[in-house]
């Protein structure tokens, strides 16, 4: 393996998520106007859902878009271990036990599990998806480095 394998943030999933905020805003805002001549019931509904998806929208804006712009690694693979920069958390070689992706229709997750410093199992997971990279590439590039450091540990299947 190479010193450091890094992948940086997905354009296209960023541009997504902002396209359907952009949607679920346009879809709530247009009855909001109408809703002002209502009731009060009507306006704290429709205001706490503009301001539920203004949050949403900050959110993915500091935590993924600016790094983005800036040209920050997502997702590094390096020889101590893995290092999420967008979930913040650093998981080494010696202490996975056991990983498994799931990619479903709107989420790829890679889950690490490892045992706790009182010894029960944990795990951690990761959303691919703000990663630019193939998921399945980065699973066997996490794998092969598992069966090179750690010959007895066991993948879950997908």
């Known amino acids: 393996m190479e010193d450091k394998i ?14 359907l905020l952009a949607w679920a805003l346009y ?3 247009s009855p909001f106007s109408k809703a002002l001549s209502k009731n009060i019931v009507d306006e704290l509904y429709y205001g706490t859902a503009v301001l ?26 390096n020889q101590i271990g893995v290092v999420d920069h967008s979930q913040n958390f ?3 070689w010696g202490d996975i036990t056991d990983i498994k992706l799931s990619q479903g229709r709107s989420v ?11 010894g029960s199992h944990d795990r951690v997971w990761t959303r691919l998806n703000w990663v630019n990279g193939e998921a ?11 069966e090179d450091r750690k010959p007895n540990w066991h993948a879950r299947q997908a």
Request: proline share 3%; hydrophobic share 45%; with cysteine.
């Open 6 to 19: 890094t992948y940086r943030y997905s354009w296209s999933y960023c541009l997504i998520n902002y396209g």
């Open 27 to 29: 879809l709530i805002s």
């Open 90 to 92: 650093i998981i080494e």
């Open 108 to 118: 790829t997750a890679l889950y690490f599990y490892f045992k706790g410093p009182n």
């Open 136 to 146: 399945k590439e980065i699973y066997g590039i996490i794998e092969a480095n598992l």
């Open 52 to 77: 539920t998806l203004i949050t949403i929208f900050l959110y993915i804006t500091i935590r993924y878009t600016i790094p983005m712009l800036r040209g920050k690694i997502a997702f590094e693979i």
